[in-house]
């Protein structure tokens, strides 16, 4: 069989709307708490995930093709400059797509749909892992700078 490599805007629809997309948030999160290899990223997060459960349901229904809640909500995101300051590196760019492989695996959806989702996801993770080491090599290289 042969697998299916764009789904546009279909992919909102496919998850089952803003519901579907709040159930994979939920279990994204959910997996992040009872892991224990993702303790480090969840140690980034507020104690209370209810708030950030909620902008990531917003978030995601707008990128994944349906409505931009998030950006009517709060305006754009840049998502690089959102986590600049974060230690993100690649041990844990690939915690936080562990929990999403494992949320992805666990949502009602057909295999080809999560094989997809999870390399779309791969795409900013990417960016935002390079992005946040360039920025900490950047502080560090001014830390260590003598003052003028």
Request: aromatic share 8%; with cysteine.
């Amino acid at each position: 069989m042969e697998r299916k490599t764009g789904y546009g805007k279909d992919v909102f629809n496919m998850l089952g709307g803003v519901e579907g997309v709040r159930a994979l948030a939920n279990c994204f999160y959910d997996i992040m708490d009872d892991i224990p290899e993702a303790r480090k990223i969840r140690d980034m997060h507020p104690k209370n995930l209810g708030p950030t459960r909620e902008n990531l349901t917003l978030f995601l229904c707008g990128w994944l093709g349906g409505p931009s809640l998030y950006k009517d909500k709060y305006g754009s995101i840049n998502l690089t400059n959102h986590h600049a300051l974060l230690p993100i590196n690649v041990a844990e760019k690939e915690m936080w797509l562990t929990c999403m492989k494992r949320a992805l695996e666990q949502q009602p959806i057909e295999n080809d749909l999560k094989i997809f989702l999870l390399e779309r996801f791969r795409m900013p993770a990417e960016k935002i892992c390079a992005w946040c080491q360039k920025q900490l090599l950047q502080i560090a290289h001014c830390e260590s700078r003598p003052p003028s």
